[in-house]
């Protein structure tokens, strides 16, 4: 098959896959997919802000069994374009945040051998969701690396409503009824999904549809 020129080659040393699913339930591909969508979206006009989820993230040149594949993350200060992989000693650093969401075979992972892998390589902000509130207790947990350690990030809790602010992307991190949401604290609103603004245009479009159809 020809290569398209504007899509970088397989490296064969650095697969872009690991044979492993992006998710494992529906809970699980909802907040995954969600949190990357929000997240490109807020991110989307900064040329210097990267966001993925699921993508191979390999951090020992020459050794292609170190890797691993955050649910979701950002790196500040890397450039926002496609890749098949990120390779560490191409980049400028690791990711700053990281969010990791709970199913029946990752979570032991998550507390345990991610944690520890991910405030080795110095990612500053840890992140923990459980959307179906088996694993994880709180089911919604962020941990900031102070010197070389993760430590529990503060967090309030109103109403059955868990909020924590994440310093590094300086957003509102919501969980509710096993829904994780991301709220612009300037504004107080919560940042709308992919579905959400694919919505809203449509109720415009529709709108705008019907005023050209009325009689002038």
């Not at 890397?78 to 992989?85: E, G, T, W, Y």
């Not at 400028?92 to 991610?114: H, I, Q």
């Not at 924590?164 to 919560?190: K, M, N, Y």
Request: hydrophobic residues 40%.
């Amino acid at each position: 098959m020809k290569q398209h020129p504007l899509i970088p080659a397989e490296d064969p040393l650095y697969p872009s896959s690991d044979g492993l699913p992006l998710a494992e339930n529906d809970w699980q591909l909802e907040a995954i997919l969600d949190a990357v969508g929000v997240l490109k979206i807020r991110y989307g006009g900064r040329p210097d802000v990267y966001v993925s989820g699921d993508l191979l993230i390999y951090y020992e040149e020459g050794n292609p069994r170190k890797s691993v594949a955050p649910d979701v993350f950002v790196v500040f200060g890397a450039a926002n374009h496609m890749r098949n992989v990120y390779k560490l000693w191409e980049e400028p650093k690791a990711p700053d945040f990281v969010l990791e969401v709970a199913s029946e075979n990752t979570w032991r992972e998550d507390l345990g051998r991610k944690r520890a892998l991910y405030a080795e390589l110095g990612v500053c902000e840890y992140w923990l969701f459980d959307p179906r509130d088996e694993y994880f207790d709180p089911p919604l947990q962020g941990l900031v690396l102070r010197e070389g350690a993760y430590r529990a990030l503060p967090a309030l809790v109103d109403s059955g409503a868990r909020t924590i602010r994440s310093e590094v992307l300086g957003l509102d991190l919501c969980a509710q009824s096993g829904v994780l949401r991301f709220r612009d604290p300037a504004t107080g609103q919560h940042l709308k999904t992919h579905a959400e603004t694919v919505a809203a245009l449509r109720a415009v479009e529709a709108r705008i549809a019907e005023l050209e159809a009325r009689p002038r």
